[in-house]
């Protein structure tokens, strides 16, 4: 199944009204699937490829050069997380593990043996607030030595990767019949994170290693830009398992578990996991043959509603029979829940 393009050029170029019809297509998609293809004129390949140059050399690094920058004692939310840190939900969520055995075979995902084998890097984007409940999920970002361009390349990429974030959110907010800044609102000053992995394939390059193990994400939405090699599958609200595949030029939108809270279930958070396939073989051949480095970096943001701000379902989902499911819980208080599951809150090692 191929999954929705959606060009955003005629929802930023067109005035007020006129792209009903377009803004239905992101709310189906992100509700049916749980994911939407979009293109941007404002990101481009050419910027995506600078992006995955500079962080497949820093992936590159000594192991010792990289955990320099690493910092546990702020949950790992800025800098960069080792690989063995980040434990996959599935591997810890008793009942995921029990609608996981009751999937028919060929959707089931493939389970890990223990934390996930990448490197992850996160970088904050935009400002923070000056006041907040929760300064370590606000903190200063981490820049390490000898890359000059760092801080430009990351700043660069991750705003147009919000912009591009914020459109969608307009988009997907009139198609749910909300105000058109009904998530946007709430996005303002969130702590937003550029957050690419980087795993080796030189190292774990067998067909079947695990990345990032079966997993929902714990943000609004998350985009990604197009990696160099292909392992990305996600399960659509049907259950059905989907290899993707970005085309040249898109960036790939997910659900995440915020918005699932503001809209009471009706948009579900994907659930995904990145492993070793024999597509991801093929290009690891063709990688070597061109003397390029075999890291797989994705060009992961993750876009938050704002710590201080309250997750509760919104407008007309607030009469939803699923509400009592999504009671209203300050959204950094929710991502700390989260982060204390997967290993990530707490850990001092």
Sequence with gaps: MDLTVVDLSAYLESEEGGVEELCGEVSRSLRETGALLVKDPRCTAEDNDRFLDMMERYFDS???????QERPQLHY???????GV???????????????????KEFQPSIPKGADRKWRYMWRVGPRPSK???QELNAEPVVPEGFPEWKDTMDSWGYKMISAIEAVAEMAAIG???????????MKQGPHLLAPTGSDLRRYGQEGTV?????YDLNFLTIHGRSRFPGLNIWLKNGQKVEVKVPVGCLLIQTGKQIEWLTAGDCIAGMHEVIVTNRTI???KLATEQSRLLWRVSSTLFAHVASDAVLKPLGHFAESPLTSKYPPIYAGEFVEQELAVINLKGNKE
């Design 62 to 68: 000594p192991p010792e050069f990289k955990r320099l």
């Design 77 to 83: 939310q800025v800098g960069v997380t080792p690989e």
């Design 86 to 104: 980040e434990v996959p939900r599935s591997l810890v969520d008793e009942e995921m593990q029990e609608k996981l055995k009751e999937m028919p």
């Design 132 to 134: 907040t409940r929760f």
């Design 176 to 186: 749910f019949g909300l105000p058109k800044d009904a998530f946007t609102s709430l």
């Design 211 to 215: 990345f990032a193990g079966y997993h």
């Design 282 to 284: 093929d290009a690891i």
